[in-house]
């Protein structure tokens, strides 16, 4: 490869990295924890890149003046036509992981769960409906002996599965970044999800069926709905 070409590739590659963080592109690959390290690498890709473009330019203008004198001329390739492809491919982002990852993908109890099982879990706060990140509610419904989901209402967000003639609702959880990416699920009993399509992201209510989260199901617990409502996919698509 041409050195002009690994430059233009390098500054390339520190500007995607720059762009995704700015624009929470990033948070489809890892933590958001990670965004800093992400924008302080794209920006030293870019500054090196940037850097030995202008030396390799400078070197090409002694070059070129030393042959004028000798009476030779060479016409340099336009290696900067290759931003065009390259650039078309980094505006293309590719989507977060969905319900064909967690298909592919067995579902198990959050990494927390062992831990949480050694102590009580907290009582749910008070309220009619309690907010619960599906990670969250998987642990409880698999794990807690004290059963602080029993007779409570609460509040689940994730996107449509369909596998095996059932409906889940899911979330992916990672500890670093998509690549060790795992699923949460949860059995939605009544039907009502069972019209909509693969990966649509909805909210819903209801209650655990006690006792359903077991090994033997991947700790997916039954979920009693009492309303659906289809939501925008959020910025941030995964739990940790």
């Known amino acids: 490869m041409r050195r002009e070409t690994q430059n233009i590739l390098l500054i390339l590659l520190g500007g995607a990295l720059v762009k995704i963080a700015v624009n929470g592109d ?8 990670q965004q800093p390290w992400i924008i302080a ?12 473009i202008a030396r390799d330019l400078l070197a090409a203008r002694a070059k070129a003046a030393a042959e004028q004198d000798h009476g030779h001329s060479h016409s340099a390739r ?7 492809p390259v650039l078309a491919v980094f505006l293309v982002a590719p989507p977060a992981l969905g319900a064909d990852s967690v298909i592919r993908t067995e579902a198990r109890a959050p990494a ?7 102590a009580a879990f907290p009582p749910l706060p008070a ?11 998987v642990s409880r419904a698999g794990w807690d002996a004290a059963g602080t989901l029993d007779n409570r209402t609460v509040s689940l967000t994730g996107f449509v599965v369909h596998t095996g003639g ?11 970044c998509a690549a060790d990416a795992f699923p949460v699920t949860v059995h939605l009993r009544g039907g009502e999800a069972d019209h909509l ?11 655990a069926v006690p006792r359903t989260a077991t090994k033997d199901n991947s700790y ?10 289809t939501v925008p996919a959020p910025k941030d698509p995964y739990e940790y």
């Open 220 to 229: 997916t617990p039954d979920f009693t709905l009492a309303s659906i409502t």
């Open 197 to 207: 399509p693969s990966d649509a992201w909805i909210r819903v209510t209801g209650s």
């Open 166 to 176: 059932r409906t889940l609702l899911a979330r992916l959880v990672i500890s670093c």
């Open 41 to 52: 690498g794209g920006a030293v890709m870019v500054l090196l890149g940037a850097v030995a």
């Open 127 to 137: 309220g009619n409906v309690v907010p619960l990140t599906v990670n969250e509610f």
């Open 112 to 118: 927390s769960a062992a831990a949480a099982n050694a």
């Open 78 to 84: 336009p290696a900067w036509l290759l931003l065009v």
């Open 26 to 33: 990033y948070l489809r690959y890892v933590k958001p924890a």
